[in-house]
């Protein structure tokens, strides 16, 4: 690359920060970790092409010219933070990526979607929550499935919290990590 194509690079780079709050990279990348995805299922979710998306992403290109796309892409960060603390499930990700991707843009985005259990056991919850974050931030939930379904015949507990913790939604971690203390 040449100075005149980092450069332009770089200013995308910059426009895409100020409009989307970071670089489209950076973000799709956290998508991909986050959801589990390569990207050409991350292009299809958007409804991009795949060299599109790879334009984004290197700063080839600065902006998504398509509201939807925006919309998509904003779902989708919900969705991967619902996933990451532990509210939605790998499995219900999967659905809803389905209707993301058929969306036309706004209809799937709800209001925050935060909400708080009031059983009196909102430490419990951090706790599960950061353990979770923690094994999402190391894998994605399917290898996560995976490593645990290796370890089960030998080492059934840990597949189980693997599993729990891992792929699970957090109400489930929560009983789990209630059940194991004494």
Do not use: C
């Not at 919309?71 to 939605?88: C, I, K, P, T």
């Not at 499930?89 to 843009?105: H, L, N, P």
């Not at 951090?126 to 030998?154: F, M």
């Amino acid at each position: 690359m040449d100075a005149a194509q980092q450069e332009t690079t770089a200013r995308a780079r910059e426009l895409q920060r100020s409009w989307y709050g970071e670089p489209l990279g950076a973000l799709f990348r956290r998508l991909i970790d986050d959801l589990g995805l390569n990207q050409a299922r991350l292009a299809a979710v958007l409804g991009l092409s795949a060299p599109m998306l790879s334009q984004l992403m290197s700063g080839q290109r600065a902006k998504i010219g398509n509201p939807a796309v925006v919309q998509r892409v904003q779902a989708l960060q919900e969705l991967a933070g619902q996933v990451s603390d532990g509210s939605v499930s790998a499995v219900e990700a999967t659905d809803r990526m389905e209707e993301i991707k058929k969306s036309q843009g706004g209809s799937v985005l709800t209001a925050n979607s935060q909400t708080t259990n009031s059983t009196g056991a909102p430490t419990v919850r951090r706790v599960v929550r950061e353990i979770q974050s923690l094994l999402r931030s190391v894998a994605a939930a399917g290898d996560i499935i995976d490593a645990a379904d290796s370890l089960a015949p030998t080492h059934p507990e840990l597949a189980e919290f693997l599993r729990v913790y891992g792929a699970g939604r957090t109400a489930d971690a929560v009983a789990h990590y209630e059940s194991h203390q004494s």
